[in-house]
């Protein structure tokens, strides 16, 4: 185990990845718990789609990816929350149209320009070899954000996904901390789209959360339980994948799958138990 | 001291007008029940006296010092906080909200003044229960202790008593109108239990789309109006 780990670290590449993959996995478990228990969480796949459709656009204009993907999925992610606010089934259809849109521009950019070619499945189901410096500074950028929004609007944030109304005529304005946490989350998936890919990137915002509704009754256990989670899939996933030459989006999101199976077990037999 | 006033008020969605003529005021330590039939505009005119939505026509005035984050206010339950992670406390203290302002944290007064309220509901074993695993008559006890945390002067309550059975609809009637006898705590409540309505409260607002009845409880069991909603009682 130790020679693993000895080994992981020797490759600075791997270091990077890892750091910007846990912040990523850390601020995605977050900001899913408030999108999960809001039933907003097709926004999250919605944005991965449309993150892909970008970076088939900046291959295709020589342009970095951080540069062409961040401005359009956040303008996105404000598009999409405000179809999801204003009447619930036929926003699901809009995000529908809208990822799908996005990826059938993206398969036809690449298809005009490059081709299919290996970036392209590094795009879909993700790469560790993708991370830069400036991934590394976003990230820890990114991180700090969520977690002082976290700490510091707890109650709020409590109070506008447990009851909107309520919330308003507190005086606090849901509106905004929506916006916040689209923004935020758009960010999110921009950053680990790329090492995650883009068809799985979103298992980082509904998994974690979902795992920890099984066990975790309080609103306040249930977002610290899924950061935890997060990391820890996150983390043993990338182990697993360095160790058996997997690809470690898809191994991430088994060993996530894995931890929700688990969970859900635990539950059962709580249930089960006379307590 | 008037706390509501409502001057020839009308709301709209946008710009389809669904409840129009509102005049009438609510006096500091008035027991309003708000009465009518589905779609008649009731949850829409809270949502006004909260300024949550402005008037389309006319003025809707809070009294002197009434801030409408200082009112309790119990929305009609939404199919999402039925399966919500929360622990009754956390749902409670959250009432504090609106006078925390900037602050991050409650202090120890707010979440004493919490555990007051649950006490007063008979709830203080439930304290550290799930939201979600309650039955729906508990979980809408501690949607009324938040509105309890919250408050100042008012309390608007929408439908605090569908989904109860009879015997814990009559003992949150029985809270209720305690809370506004012994706080002088004013009360703007919205019921489809007319019979309850006309027995708990003092003045009684009736909505058609527009105000068809305004005035006491006793006016209203004389008028046209009245004994035709009650129906041959
Ligand atoms: N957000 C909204 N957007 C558009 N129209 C709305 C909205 N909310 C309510 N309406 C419409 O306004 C009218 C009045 O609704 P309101 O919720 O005030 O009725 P209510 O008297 O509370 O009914 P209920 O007894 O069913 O609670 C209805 O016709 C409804 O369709
Ligand atoms: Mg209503």
Redesign the pocket.
Same mark, same amino acid.
């Given at each position: 185990m130790f020679d693993v780990l000895v080994g992981i670290f020797s490759y600075g590449f791997l270091v990077r990845a890892l750091i910007v993959g846990l912040l990523v996995a850390l601020c995605a478990s977050l900001l899913g718990t408030s999108l999960v228990l809001k039933r907003y969480s097709m926004i999250g796949d919605g944005l991965s789609h449309v993150g892909f459709g970008t970076l088939a656009l900046a291959t295709a204009l020589h342009a970095a990816p951080l540069a062409v993907s961040l401005p359009i999925v956040v303008l996105a992610a404000f598009l999409l929350l405000r179809i999801s606010e204003n009447s619930r089934i036929k926003g699901d259809a809009a995000i529908a149209l809208i990822s799908t849109t996005a990826l059938a521009v993206g398969v036809l950019v690449i298809s005009l320009t490059t081709g299919m070619n290996t970036d392209v499945t590094n795009y879909l189901f993700g790469s560790i070899l993708t991370m830069n410096a400036s991934d590394v500074w976003l990230s820890v950028v990114l991180a700090v954000i969520v977690l002082v929004l976290f700490v510091f609007c707890y109650h709020k944030l409590f109070a506008v996904t447990f009851d909107e109304t309520f919330a308003r005529a507190t005086g606090v304005r849901p509106g905004f901390y929506n916006m916040l946490i689209a923004l935020l989350t758009a960010v999110t998936i921009v950053l680990g789209m790329r090492m995650m890919g883009a068809l799985l990137i979103s298992s980082l915002i509904i998994f974690p959360p979902l795992t920890a509704m099984r066990l975790c009754k309080t609103f306040r256990s249930v977002t610290i339980a899924s950061a935890l989670i997060s990391l820890a899939c996150f983390f043993i996933g990338v182990v697993v994948s360095f160790v058996c030459s997997t690809p470690t989006g898809a191994t991430v999101v088994i060993i996530n799958v894995l931890a929700f199976c688990l969970f859900w077990l635990l539950a059962l037999l709580r249930s089960r138990a006379p307590s | 001291m008037t706390l509501f006033t409502c001057k020839n008020a009308s709301f709209a969605?946008?710009g389809?007008v *669904? *409840?129009s003529g509102l005049d009438f005021t609510v006096e500091r330590g008035d027991y309003l029940c708000i009465v %009518?039939?589905? %779609? /008649? %505009?009731? /949850?829409?005119?809270i949502k006004g006296l909260l300024k949550l939505l402005a008037p389309k026509e006319g003025s809707v005035e809070l009294g002197e010092g009434l801030k409408p984050a200082e009112i309790g206010y119990l929305p009609?339950l939404t199919p999402v906080q039925k399966d919500f992670p929360a622990s009754v406390f956390e749902v409670v203290v959250s009432g504090r909200l609106g006078s925390r302002g900037l602050l991050p944290f409650y202090t120890q007064a707010d979440k004493a003044l919490a555990e007051q309220q649950l006490a007063l509901l008979g709830m203080e074993k439930l304290k550290r229960c799930c939201y979600r695993e309650l039955s729906g008559g508990q979980q809408q006890r501690v949607l009324l202790a938040r509105a309890l945390t919250a408050m100042s002067e008012a309390l608007l309550l929408?439908?605090p008593v569908s989904g109860l059975d009879p015997l814990v609809t009559q003992e949150l009637y029985r809270v209720v109108s305690e809370i506004n006898r012994e706080r002088g705590v004013t009360i703007v409540m *919205?019921s489809?239990d007319i019979r309850s309505a006309v027995h708990y409260a003092s003045h009684i607002l009736h909505?058609q789309n527009t105000q068809v009845f305004f005035g006491t409880s006793a006016d209203y069991l004389q008028s046209p109006v009245g004994i035709d909603f009650l129906g041959g009682a």
């Open positions: - | 969605y946008e389809h *669904v *409840v %009518g039939e589905n %779609g /008649s %505009g009731k /949850s829409t005119l009609q929408d439908e *919205v489809h909505l």
